[in-house]
């Protein structure tokens, strides 16, 4: 059916429709014939001067609308989107290249996150721990070094000194003696390394029943010439407990709490050791009044290249406790450590029963 032109308006529309409601309305009501003739219409045609002049000029509107849009739209895509992304490829291939300086900044300026936000935030981490493994990597190897130079040197000067003619039984034996505990503390060193690094590639254990509070005896006894050295008062207060994992590696974890604690303890100092049921748990905790520790030493007492004493005033190379955290893994437990400058540090391990 044939319509025409209404010029009248509904008296009951008295507000302007915004533009891109009226482009909506107008795009989808407009139909024209083959001839020319309107055949629908909407009620917004009526002030205009023609169908097709008004179609028209509506098509162009539209175009440079939709261009502005689409320029605008891909600005917010490439600035809100594509921008991090481009940036986190080339961080990561920065990365890659060995740079863990990179970091990826953030392109909102409120303080809430998106998924991409906490994708960046992740990013910078990865890249901060990175950069802390390869410094810790550096100072291992400052570290090792020191530690070897110095036993080196001692055999290598002694040796030499031996060489002397004039020197007294005496002298010569105290040498020796000198010799072989510079020696035994080289060949710890290289042990421990190659141990370490053997438990790190190590995913099964030799599983077997034993009393676990008769190993911290054996292990305490064969200490005991260096808590009295030093003077150190010992505690031990271990209830009966059977336990089924590697007997020999954990030998090894309580041998270097055990030695540890002593290191840090000062003489005439107190260290404890306890064994206790926690539920389905076995508790060891190792205790001692030593130098303690601040927060940063504790958070990274367990890394394999830390060494909290980077003066050397203590014998160590920052491998006992990684060793001991990797065989507690191993056998399916959890280490805490608690410690408070000038007060102490108190060792805790969960192992299941």
């Not at 009248?8 to 009226?22: G, M, T, V």
């Not at 179609?55 to 539209?62: D, R």
């Not at 002298?171 to 141990?195: F, Q």
Request: one cysteine or more; proline letters at 2%; a negative charge.
């Amino acid at each position: 059916m044939r319509k025409q032109l209404n010029k009248s308006q509904d008296k009951r529309i008295n507000a302007k429709r915004p533009f891109w409601k009226e482009f909506l309305i107008i795009w989808g009501v407009v139909l024209i014939s083959c001839t020319g003739s309107v055949l629908i219409f909407n009620q917004q045609m009526a002030d205009k001067d023609g169908p097709i002049e008004m179609v028209i000029a509506n098509s162009l509107y539209v175009f440079f609308v939709g261009l502005v849009v689409s320029i605008v739209t891909r600005y917010i895509m490439y600035s809100g989107f594509s921008k991090p992304i481009l940036e986190l490829a080339q961080a990561a291939k920065k990365i890659a290249q060995g740079d863990f300086t990179v970091r990826v900044r953030s392109q909102r300026k409120d303080d809430k996150k998106d998924e991409l936000e906490v994708l960046i935030d992740d990013f910078n981490k990865m890249a901060e721990e990175l950069a802390t493994n390869e410094t810790l990597k550096g100072d291992f190897i400052v570290n090792i070094s020191h530690e070897i130079k110095t036993p080196l040197a001692i055999i290598q000067n002694y040796a030499a000194a031996l060489r002397k003619e004039e020197l007294s039984k005496e002298d010569k034996g105290e040498y020796i003696i000198t010799i072989m505990e510079a020696s035994h503390k080289l060949s710890e060193l290289v042990s421990n390394i190659l141990r370490l690094n053997k438990l790190e590639n190590q995913e099964i254990i030799q599983v077997s029943p034993y009393s676990l509070d008769e190993q911290l005896r054996f292990c305490i006894l064969a200490l005991e010439d260096r808590f009295d050295e030093k003077h150190i008062e010992f505690e031990a207060d271990l209830e009966e407990i059977t336990i089924a994992t590697d007997e020999s590696l954990m030998e090894i974890a309580w041998n270097n709490l055990l030695t540890n604690a002593i290191k840090f303890t000062e003489p005439g100092g107190k260290v404890k050791v306890g064994l206790k049921r926690d539920g389905g748990n076995a508790v060891v905790s190792v205790s001692d009044n030593g130098c303690g520790m601040n927060e940063e030493t504790s958070r990274r007492i367990f890394d394999r290249f830390y060494q909290g004493d980077t003066s050397h005033s203590t014998e160590g190379n920052g491998l006992g406790l990684s060793l001991v955290k990797r065989v507690i893994e191993l056998a399916g437990g959890t280490i805490q450590v608690d410690s408070e400058p000038e007060k102490g540090t108190t060792f805790n391990i969960s192992m299941k029963l």
